[in-house]
Structure formats: structure tokens, C-alpha cells
């Protein structure tokens, strides 16, 4: 039986990516794909591979769209400089807004892709390409179009915006996946979640409105909660070790082309 204490570090999702911002093997690749980029089966050029994952133009301009403000505020706060026309390509002390951006979008999407292959090892993602994400996305708003035009109830927005469809398939998906691993994993026993449960409770159980040193919950009113800490804790650190071995390779000709958009 493995240790409860090897199971329980819970990794913050800022706290994983800058930790892993270094690791993994990145390789850059100065050849196209045949002459223009693009494989044969692709929408738009491809600008990296992760585990041989395609990553698509189209989906690391999303990500790199969720990272503008941050780049922006960072060197606002840095070096007090302003957006402009020539901010995203000027060098602030050997720093370049766009370098840095393209940087820490292409950490979040490798994140994000080893989960989805984790997935696809686990029979719960067919086709990890961004092509077939907007197949779905397409269709999901079809949907949903046609149950308002029909006076159906429909859940959530009437039409998914891109990056909201995107986070929202990600973060079921996720959901999904815990429970698939935690199912195929060794039982947990009743005794590891009690040790849990004592190592947590300081933090975690008091009881609500009580300031007095040893007034917990009891572990009978915890317990689930206990259990999903347990399942989160062992999925981080499987993402973690995915992360570290995850081998990234960059075709350079399409991604220093990419800007700001």
C-alpha cells in the first residue's frame, strides 16, 4: 500500500506551471512542414508538437490571448512601460513582451495537452487536435441555437464563446479523468484517510465559528472531502511527472512569425 504521505501534495495550478516552467525536453526545428506549414489534415500551420501532440496556430493564439494582461501589467509594474504599437516588440532590458508571452503561453498549453493525452490513454478524448475541439464547438452552438429557436431549455450561454467552450470542456474533462484514475488505482484504506484526515484537520476541519485549539469536524463529517483531496493530490502529481517528461518540439519558421494579436 503506498504512503499517504506521498499523496498528499496539492499543487496550485500557478505554483505547477512556473515549476515546471524549465523542465521537459524542448527541441526547435528550423523545417517546415512540406512548404507551407501545415500538415495535410490541418486547418491552420502547426507550431509545436508536445508527445507528438499537434498544437495548431489557431489554438496557441488562444492561449496567447489569456496571457496578454499578464504581460502587460508585468512589465507596466517592471519597467513603467505602456502598450503601443511597438511595446509587444521592444527589448525592456534585454526583455521582450512578446518572447515572454509566447513563453508562458506555450507552458500553459503543454499543461493543458499532456492532461488531454492523459485522457486519450484513458478513453476519454478520441482526437486531441484543436481541428476537432472547433468540430465540437461548432456543433455545440448548432445545438443550442436550434433548442432556443425551438423554445427548449438550454443550460449556460445561449452561444459558447471560444475560450469558454474551450475551459469548459477542459475542466469536465478533468473531472472526468480523476475519477477514471482513482477508480484504476489501489483502493484507498479507511486507515489511510484517517491519517490524512489527522495531518489535514489543524488546517482544514475546524469547526466553523470555534477559536478554541482542538474543536475539529469529525472525520464521519469529512470524509468525502477528505477522499477528493486525496484524488486531487495523486492527479497533480501524475500531471507534474507527465510534465517534466513531456518532450516539446517547436517548429521555429511558424512560431517567430507569431504576434500579439
Same mark, same amino acid.
Given at each position: ?55 495548431? /496556430?489557431?489554438?496557441?493564439? +488562444? ?19 505602456? %502598450? ?8 525592456? *532590458? ?16 503543454? @499543461? #493543458? ?6 485522457? @486519450? *490513454?484513458?478513453? &476519454?478524448? /478520441? %482526437?486531441?487536435? =484543436? ?8 456543433? $455545440?452552438?448548432? !445545438? !443550442? ?14 452561444? =459558447? /464563446?471560444?475560450?469558454? =467552450? ?10 472526468? +479523468? ?6 484504476? $488505482? /489501489?483502493?484507498?484504506? $479507511?486507515?489511510? +484517510?484517517?491519517?490524512?484526515?489527522? @495531518? ?10 470555534? !477559536? ?6 469529525? =472525520? ?5 472531502? #477528505?477522499?477528493?483531496? &486525496?484524488? %486531487? ?29
Amino acid at each position: 500500500m503506498r504512503p499517504a504521505g506521498g499523496r498528499i501534495l496539492i499543487c496550485a495550478i500557478a505554483i505547477l506551471v512556473s515549476a515546471i516552467a524549465c523542465t521537459g525536453y524542448i527541441s526547435w526545428h528550423h523545417t517546415e512542414l512540406g512548404n507551407s506549414g501545415h500538415s495535410s489534415n490541418l486547418s491552420s500551420p502547426t507550431v509545436a508538437y508536445i508527445n507528438g501532440a499537434v498544437i495548431e /496556430e489557431r489554438e496557441f493564439n +488562444l492561449f496567447l490571448s489569456q496571457v496578454k494582461a499578464q504581460v502587460t501589467s508585468y512589465f507596466k509594474q517592471k519597467f513603467d512601460a505602456d %502598450d503601443s504599437s511597438t511595446f509587444w516588440t521592444t527589448s525592456f *532590458q534585454g526583455e521582450v513582451p512578446i518572447i515572454k508571452a509566447k513563453q508562458l503561453a506555450m507552458e500553459q498549453i503543454k @499543461q #493543458v495537452k499532456v492532461q488531454q493525452l492523459l485522457a @486519450q *490513454q484513458f478513453g &476519454l478524448l /478520441e %482526437d486531441t487536435s =484543436y481541428s476537432s475541439f472547433l468540430d465540437k464547438w461548432a456543433k $455545440e452552438n448548432q !445545438r !443550442r441555437q436550434e433548442a432556443v429557436a425551438n423554445n427548449r431549455v438550454i443550460y449556460g450561454p445561449r452561444q =459558447y /464563446e471560444e475560450w469558454g =467552450y474551450y475551459t469548459y470542456v477542459q475542466s469536465t474533462m478533468v473531472i472526468q +479523468l480523476k475519477a477514471v484514475m482513482s477508480e484504476r $488505482e /489501489e483502493a484507498v484504506s $479507511e486507515q489511510e +484517510l484517517i491519517n490524512l484526515y489527522e @495531518q489535514l484537520k489543524g488546517k482544514l476541519y475546524q469547526q466553523p465559528g470555534e !477559536r478554541k485549539a482542538g474543536s475539529y469536524m469529525l =472525520y464521519s463529517e469529512v470524509k468525502d472531502s #477528505v477522499k477528493q483531496r &486525496l484524488i %486531487d493530490a495523486n492527479y497533480d502529481a501524475k500531471v507534474k511527472q507527465e510534465l517534466e517528461a513531456a518532450k516539446v518540439v517547436v517548429m521555429e519558421s511558424i512560431y517567430e512569425q507569431i504576434q500579439m494579436q
